[in-house]
């Protein structure tokens, strides 16, 4: 039994405060199981004429109130209409405005003439539709002229069918009388129809993609402005079709005929007349011939690369129909170039409108040509798709060579001269890479243990080996098609190799290395050894010679050959007078002569002194001329062109020349 409740007071759909109810239907029994009532089902003690007593179960609610008056009737026949099954046609989400004010079930229920909800709209013809209250005229040909009559006061509706059973078009004639008196406008109603939507939540208009996403019921607003799905509005005069707005809607018209994924219905509403209680207009639908299946790519399997394919093989091609059924597919496999009389029944499967034909097992022999094709049959014909070739490719790679040379835990591989002369090898992994430890190569190179990194170049360094240990390989060739050659074989034994590294400097006794390596050292091959060219006073660090890497005085040499390694120093000159006891530098032979103390011998180089020098002091010391640049042995004389005055001590002056 279904009650209608007033509440005291206003509703809060008319704006009132979250603590007002809002207009409903609802069950007794939901509200208990999500916690809203303290009971379910309630029963009465009123005797059912059926037996038992009544129930209460199914109710509306509805406000006693309208700002400050009596409360109008359209929010009590909204709520009416959801008792008998409707839905909300208004976007219950609120981001558009649904149907507006064309129909009862959404905001039509506020339509007015003197006061919000007076006068509700009418219904919908989908929801009149729905609740059987109208059995609408189905559209097959053409209708020329056809009288539509007001819905107010006639159940006159027109349906057309699209060949999709969920979607289709209603056709109604709403005028400004009865309940319909609070129209926004008047004229014929065009209404798209989308049964497998539940609500009018998901809007959308052209130019968009609305092939999922729509409303349940739309208004085909006859401006194509779309104010409805914008929620620029809810209704107004050229939403509806009549003449001096828009008298023709079909395929081509904006807004269009076409279902909402964009197939044309051939559905036409042509030679509208003005709006009145009674409209004409020529309803049509075009007969549709079907036409046959149309094919997608036709598809051998496995891999292909310049047409090439293994064997054997598979064949499949996507249909496409939606007109009719397809009953029946077929191949073709063919070796002289065309499918005249080849064609055999093949496995079809799927359903409307997409259908997959498949030939599994194909095969050919090495080097064949062959032609291949499907084709798919319905009440539309026969749909062929576009044949290709293939060159069938089954022959393994040749085999080149492989070689292993050992090394400290690791072995060197390189290999050359595999080939192949159908599909090629592999573009992207052309090589398969297997080894063993068990005393012989594996048979194949689906045994063994893969080293994955191994599928293009010409060499690998297998490293992290057993120094001792035999490592056997086998390496094969893969080709396009992923024909796999049988493999070439090598073998190694990893084993420790030293070098000997010998450091030397230039000249000798100017510098050294750290470390010195001067007596030889043996280093394990690969090792990297560091090395540092260490200045001694008077010879800086110039270069080395038989370095591997050189950043200024720091050398790294990897050891893969015995090397000798020779750091150079070259002399550097020092000032050129110098105390020998204090091992002090001077640049005049006056400046070393005041520093000197009794016994001093002061050292000069190979040069010329043009200063004079006052030998005041009461010492004995000695001018020793003649050195080199360093100072490390006599090698020639000092010129002296100044005056030398000895006034208190004595000088001895050795290898001096004096004057010019």
């Not at 020998?580 to 010329?608: F, K, P």
């Amino acid at each position: 039994m279904l009650s209608n409740l007033v509440h005291q007071g206003s509703g809060e759909e008319a704006g009132g405060p979250s603590t007002d109810i809002w207009s409903h239907r609802w069950d007794l029994s939901s509200a208990y199981y999500f916690g809203y009532s303290d009971g379910g089902v309630y029963t009465t003690n009123d005797n059912c004429p059926q037996g038992g007593k009544i129930k209460i179960n199914d109710y509306v609610m509805q406000p006693e109130t309208l700002w400050g008056n009596m409360q109008t009737m359209g929010v009590f026949a909204h709520e009416y209409g959801h008792a008998l099954g409707l839905p909300d046609l208004y976007d219950t989400d609120y981001s558009s405005n649904g149907i507006g004010d064309w129909g009862l079930m959404a905001s039509g229920s506020w339509n007015s003439v003197t006061r919000a909800g007076d006068t509700p709209a009418h219904m919908s013809a989908w929801s009149k539709v729905t609740l059987g209250w109208v059995t609408p005229i189905q559209v097959a040909g053409t209708l020329t002229d056809e009288l539509i009559d007001q819905a107010a006061t006639t159940p006159d509706v027109y349906q057309f069918a699209t060949g999709n059973p969920s979607e289709y078009f209603l056709v109604e004639n709403r005028q400004l009388t009865g309940f319909d008196e609070g129209l926004p406008g008047a004229g014929l109603a065009i209404w798209h129809i989308d049964d497998n939507k539940s609500d009018n939540t998901q809007e959308c208009y052209p130019p968009a993609d609305c092939s999922s996403t729509h409303y349940k019921v739309a208004l085909v607003q006859a401006d194509g402005i779309w104010h409805l799905e914008k929620g620029n509005n809810n209704g107004n005069a050229t939403d509806l079709w009549y003449l001096g707005n828009a008298v023709t809607f079909d395929d081509a018209s904006s807004p269009n005929s076409d279902l909402y994924n964009g197939t044309p219905t051939d559905i036409i509403v042509t030679n509208i007349s003005t709006s009145g209680s009674t409209m004409t207009a020529t309803l049509s639908v075009q007969a549709v011939v079907p036409g046959p299946p149309v094919p997608g790519n036709v598809t051998p399997s496995n891999t292909q690369f310049n047409n090439f394919v293994d064997t054997p093989f598979d064949l499949t091609t996507d249909f496409t129909d939606n007109d009719s059924a397809i009953t029946s597919c077929e191949y073709c496999r063919s070796t002289d170039g065309t499918c005249d009389s080849e064609w055999t029944l093949a496995n079809l499967s799927g359903s409307s409108p997409t259908w997959t034909c498949s030939q599994t097992g194909i095969t050919g022999n090495n080097a064949e040509v062959l032609t291949l094709n499907m084709r798919a049959t319905s009440a539309g014909g026969t749909g062929e798709g576009s044949a290709v070739t293939r060159t069938v490719d089954s022959a393994i790679p040749t085999d080149g060579t492989i070689t292993a040379t050992p090394g400290t835990y690791q072995v060197d591989l390189q290999w050359s001269g595999f080939s192949d002369t159908g599909s090629g090898l592999d573009t992207t992994d052309p090589y398969k890479l297997t080894y063993s430890t068990t005393g012989f190569p594996v048979f194949d190179c689906s045994n063994g243990i893969e080293i994955p990194e191994v599928t293009t170049g010409t060499g690998y360094q297998h490293t992290g080996l057993t120094n001792g240990l035999t490592y056997y390989y086998r390496l094969c060739a893969v080709d396009a098609v992923g024909n796999i050659s049988f493999g070439a074989t090598a073998s190694a034994t990893p084993e420790l190799i030293e070098y000997q590294l010998t450091t030397l400097v230039s000249p000798a006794g100017s510098g050294s290395i750290v470390p010195d390596y001067s007596g030889g050292q043996m280093f394990e091959s690969g090792t990297l050894v560091v090395l540092t060219a260490s200045e001694t006073s008077g010879y800086p660090f110039i270069d080395w010679t038989g370095c591997d890497s050189a950043s200024n005085n720091i050398c790294t040499m990897t050891m893969d050959a015995d090397k000798n390694l020779t750091a150079a120093f070259d002399a550097a000159c020092m000032l050129p007078a110098r105390n020998m006891r204090a091992s002090e530098y001077y640049s005049t032979l006056q400046d070393a002569y005041d520093a000197a103390l009794d016994g001093d011998t002061i050292q000069s180089r190979i040069a010329v002194f043009n200063n004079d020098v006052n030998a005041d002091q009461d010492i004995s010391m000695v001018f020793d001329g003649g050195y080199n640049c360093n100072y490390s042995d006599i090698t020639g004389t000092t010129a002296f062109n100044g005056n030398m005055t000895i006034s208190s001590g004595t000088v001895t002056i050795g290898n001096y020349v004096f004057g010019n």
